[in-house]
């Protein structure tokens, strides 16, 4: 039986590339249902499909399942732009029945906002050194392989699955000085806008915590944590993680919990509110 959330934001699943995990977040969608989907940037890596990456039938199946839940449950889904799909830029805003493509978004919910953003405008390297950004991709992309023939080793020994990638990142004091600081900056953002919390993704860290009076929320990725944000019928938000799921043997199991409500009910009322980036509440 599917778990049923109000809300859920997936972000950074990089279709396209060899270390997509299209197959898992496709089989996670056919165990999680939910009223609202926002795809919270890097869906597509258009930067890979440039270079040496391959769209294969798992990436298509992907937005397959993301087409049934719209037909099926009605789910109304968003697509945000974000770095490696800036492609979206030639198109944006754009809205086809249930989908909807734009740049950002803020919730507004029961007096508390929410801007929504996958967060790459919000970084100096990406915004103003792509260059360096691209080599970055390089390295970043051998410790994704590197990352796959530790797994596949681990799979032969009956052992979990890790993320060499996020223990390397976590013992580089540069890497987590940048984290702290973009975590910071992002929750300024918020504050700025006068929003009482920030959802984004691009660093690929999952995260559900207040930060100087500002809850900010990361949904992961799919490349390395395969983790999404999901809000239930009661406002609340937490934080899926699909290797602790177990969906290949039993039930989905929601893994971490914190956080005050945030949406309830999500309509558009008016062109105004589809040309913007203000996503209303009726």
């Known amino acids: 039986m599917k778990t049923h ?19 898992e977040i496709t089989r ?13 940037g890097d ?6 499909l440039k270079k040496r990456g391959a769209w294969k039938r798992k990436h298509t199946r992907f937005f397959n399942r993301i087409f ?10 968003y697509y945000l732009r974000g770095n490696h799909d800036d492609f979206l830029d030639q198109i944006l805003p754009m809205a086809v029945g249930n989908l909807r493509v734009q740049k950002d978004m803020i919730y507004k919910s029961f007096g508390k ?11 100096s390297i990406t915004t103003n050194f792509r260059w360096i950004a691209y080599l970055g991709d390089v390295g970043y992309t051998f410790l994704l392989w590197l990352n796959g023939v530790v797994n596949q080793y681990r799979v032969k020994k009956g052992l979990p699955y890790f993320s060499l990638s996020q223990y390397v990142k976590s013992k580089v004091k ?13 929750a300024k953002v918020a504050k700025a806008k006068n929003c009482d919390g920030i959802i984004c993704g691009h660093i690929h860290k999952p995260e559900n915590r207040m930060i100087n009076g500002i809850h900010y929320l990361n949904s992961g990725d799919w490349v390395e ?7 239930d019928h009661e406002g609340n938000w937490q934080l899926i993680y699909f290797a602790e799921t177990k969906l290949e043997s039993s039930p989905a199991k929601t893994v971490k919990m914190t956080g005050p409500a945030v949406l309830k009910e999500v309509s558009f009322s008016s062109r105004e509110d589809l040309d913007g980036p203000t996503l209303r509440i009726s």
Do not use: P
């Open 174 to 186: 540069s890497a987590v000085s940048y984290i702290d600081e973009y975590e910071t900056e992002l």
């Open 68 to 77: 049934k839940m719209m037909e099926r449950n009605e789910t109304k889904v």
């Open 5 to 23: 959330f109000k809300t859920i934001v997936v972000s950074d699943i990089h279709l396209g590339t060899k270390g997509s995990k299209a197959k």
């Open 28 to 40: 996670f969608f056919k165990e999680f249902s939910c009223e609202n989907l926002i795809l919270n």
């Open 113 to 123: 906002k929410y801007f929504i953003t996958h967060g790459d405008v919000f970084d």
């Open 43 to 48: 869906i597509i890596d258009g930067w890979q």
């Open 225 to 231: 944590t395969m983790s999404a944000l999901a809000e």
